[in-house]
């Protein structure tokens, strides 16, 4: 598919609350059935950015992603976003992206956030996560590991389309604005980011801030500061391998080796 349509959903999360933040997002998807390919929703999108693992955490059978993986087919739409997991007896901050015609991928986040005692929590991620669909290859990452570029190379054009789903407080939106639009620039593609609004249990205050970017570093879609909402963009791959045929700095990229 040449061009394809992405929805950033940019909402409050009701604190720990599975029932009401699946009631909510029902309404949300119902609403975009017909209208795009693809629906992003903040980190976390079901709890908040909560540290109660243990009570919060569902495998991936549980009634979270069961209840996503109907959505998706019902209402023909991929979805992505994170929630709690639990795994083998670990716990992980997990990302997702479930697609109508019923493939699940998923990536464990690896950058856990130190300051918030995320790692006391959660089990980090080994593996990065590219995605193939639609003809377009997507790389999904989280929050914190927006920080770490090496994480998110793009070597030899490997994706097309870059995700984080987030939940970033207002002190550090700065960090937010510059590294999503840096990430565009660096590995020529497309890149989306989704945070979320509102107070969260610990009083971290949230205003957004979710863009979607070209490889141009243009701000092609996003949402006002402060509130809930939905943008959508139509990303064009054909657009994006010209520009990468045009301006090839991606053939003097310099190799990592991660440990």
Known sequence: MDSIRISIVQTDIVWENKQENLR?????????????????????????????????????SGETITTLKLWARQFQIAICGSYIATDNGLFYNRAFVLTPEGEEFYYDKRHLFRMGREAEHFSAGTKRLILPYLEWNICLQVCYDLRFPVWSRNINNEYDLLIYVANWPIPRRPVWDTLLRARAFENQCYVCGVNRTGTDGYHLEYNGGSKIYSAFGEEIASLPDGREGIATATLNLSALR??????????????????
């Open 242 to 259: 010209q520009f990468r045929e045009k301006f090839p700095v991606w053939k003097d990229a310099d190799e990592f080796h991660l440990s």
């Open 24 to 60: 909510l997002l029902h309404k949300k998807l119902q609403s975009l059935c017909g209208t795009t390919e693809i629906v992003v929703l903040p980190e976390m999108f079901s709890t908040g950015f909560s540290m109660q693992s243990k009570t919060l955490a569902e495998p991936n």
